[in-house]
Nanobody, 125 residues
């Protein structure tokens, strides 16, 4: 079992930045894939970005060039640096880990083994 705990959410104006963190209870190097998903009100949860245990990274088109995923294996922590935030980025952001698949275009919710509880990000115009 792996516990994932997110932090760093908050309210920011459009154009601002936030950095989300996700602390894992197990060494992050041992997790095949870690990811960030988000769910906006009234919408389905969607994959934002993934990072494989060998460092391969993918992003949803909507965040490319603005968001950066990274992890610190020494701290067992996953990060999401979000720059140039837009109101449409407003959502609950979830940390996730999968043992079976990686890549924004391939990782589906049912493939995620572990979820965090989420952290709210609100971007005002």
């Amino acid at each position: 079992q792996v516990q994932l705990v997110e932090s760093g959410g908050g309210s920011v104006q459009a154009g601002g930045s936030l950095r989300l963190s996700c602390a894992a209870s197990r060494p992050t190097y041992s997790l095949y894939c870690m990811a960030w998903f988000r769910q906006a009100p009234g919408k389905e949860r969607e994959g934002v970005t993934t990072i494989g245990n060998y460092g391969s990274i993918s992003y949803a088109d909507s965040v490319k060039g603005r968001f950066t995923i990274s992890k610190d294996n020494a701290k067992n922590t996953l990060y999401l640096q979000m720059n140039s935030l837009k109101p449409e980025d407003t959502a609950m952001y979830y940390c996730a880990a999968s043992t079976v698949s990686c890549g924004v275009s391939t990782l589906r919710e049912y493939m995620v083994n572990y979820w965090g509880r989420g952290t709210q990000v609100t971007v005002s115009s």
